[in-house]
Nanobody, 118 residues
Framework: QVQLVESGGGLVQAGGSLRLSCAASRRYNMGWFRQAPGKERDFVAGINWSGTTTDYGDSVKSRFTISRDNAKNTVYLQMNSLKPEDTAVYYC???????????????WGQGTLVTVSS
């Protein structure tokens, strides 16, 4: 089975930083998604199984960085220059293929809340 557990969410002021962590399986491509109240779940960032390829949603490019440490079975999302619009529940997910679509991810964590105050 694949179990994913996110951590690192919290409340931060605009312009601040947070780093999210996700306990993950080394052999999977991983993605971060987020969902604000009343909104769809959107792609944030993705990384392939080896960590050599990354992808980002347009709204977070140049601000967020996805990485992974396969020795620790952990995927990270470093979030800098946070904006109130980044407020959402953030989910990590695992897929057998690189994708920006939620339907390609069959394993999901429980989510961690990130709140950015203005």
């Amino acid at each position: 089975q694949v179990q994913l557990v996110e951590s690192g969410g919290g409340l931060v002021q605009a312009g601040g930083s947070l780093r999210l962590s996700c306990a993950a399986s080394r052999r999977y491509n991983m993605g971060w998604f987020r969902q604000a109240p009343g909104k769809e779940r959107d792609f944030v960032a993705g990384i392939n199984w080896s960590g050599t390829t990354t992808d980002y949603g347009d709204s977070v490019k140049s601000r967020f960085t996805i990485s992974r440490d396969n020795a620790k079975n952990t995927v990270y999302l470093q979030m800098n220059s946070l904006k109130p619009e980044d407020t959402a529940v953030y989910y990590c997910a695992a897929s057998g293929s690189m994708s920006i679509s939620t339907v390609e991810y069959h394993y999901w964590g429980q989510g961690t809340l990130v709140t950015v105050s203005s």
